[in-house]
Antibody, heavy 119, light 111 residues
Framework: QITLNESGPTLVKPTQTLTLTCSFS??????????VGWIRQPPGKALEWLAL???????LYSPSLQTRLTIIKDTSKDHVVLRMTNMDPVDTGTYYC???????????WGRGTRVTVSS | DIVMTQSPLSLPVTPGEPASISCRSS???????????VYWYLQKPGQSPQLLIF???NRAPGVPDKFGGSGSGTDFTLTISRVAAEDVGIYYC????????FGQGTKVEIK
């Protein structure tokens, strides 16, 4: 059974860097058949894909946010870290960690972690 | 970027009746491998999104057969054959041909 758990600060100040961790279990993350990524959702709004890292280390970023994002794979600890710099109140929302496979797409999701950006 | 446009954005439904949601993409989602890279998700109130349909018309494991996906190219439809109270929530289509983008969501609620 695949499980994903997001963790990180609930409140960050504008201009700060957000660091979120996705801890996972239940699947092999050693090749490019599977990836782990992040998707966010502002309050009352639609979903937005942010970043992905494959098991072989290849990474993809949302073009509109790539200058602010870094995704890191740490398979020794079974987790993936997302860093987003220069946070702004518009970045407030729920951040989800999810597992991607080519056929199923984003098939399994964590419960999400809520982040508020405010001074 | 590929833009996904859903309609309607709000859908009141009567239990036991069918319902359908439309999703249109700004570019064809038909890959040379023959698959349409469109997915459907349901986000129930207070929950994470859950996968319903992958590659246009395939139900995800555990998804009841009352959910169906159809369409090709740029026009896609999610159909619920008989809506039940537990089907309320926001339905999203998503394209996976060029990175990933979601539609605005369709809120399904019981009349």
């Amino acid at each position: 059974q695949i499980t994903l758990n997001e963790s990180g600060p609930t409140l960050v100040k504008p201009t700060q860097t957000l660091t979120l961790t996705c801890s996972f279990s239940g699947f092999s993350f050693s090749n490019n058949a599977v990836a782990v990524g992040w998707i966010r959702q502002p309050p009352g709004k639609a979903l937005e894909w942010l970043a992905l890292v494959y098991g072989d280390g290849d990474k993809l970023y949302s073009p509109s946010l790539q200058t602010r994002l870094t995704i890191i794979k740490d398979t020794s600890k079974d987790h993936v870290v997302l860093r987003m710099t220069n946070m702004d109140p518009v970045d407030t929302g729920t951040y989800y960690c999810s597992v991607f496979a080519k056929v199923l797409g984003w098939g399994s999701w964590g419960r999400g972690t809520r982040v508020t950006v405010s001074s | 970027d590929i833009v996904m446009t859903q309609s309607p954005l709000s859908l009141p439904v009567t239990p036991g009746e069918p319902a359908s949601i439309s999703c249109r993409s700004s570019q064809s989602l038909l890959h040379s491998d023959g698959y349409n890279y469109v997915y459907w998700y349901l986000q129930k109130p207070g929950q994470s999104p859950q996968l319903l349909i992958f590659l246009g018309s395939n139900r995800a494991p555990g998804v009841p057969d009352k959910f169906g996906g159809s369409g090709s190219g740029t026009d896609f439809t999610l159909t619920i054959s008989r809506v039940a109270a537990e089907d309320v929530g926001i339905y999203y289509c998503m394209q996976g041909l060029q990175l990933w983008t979601f539609g605005q969501g369709t809120k399904v609620e019981i009349k």
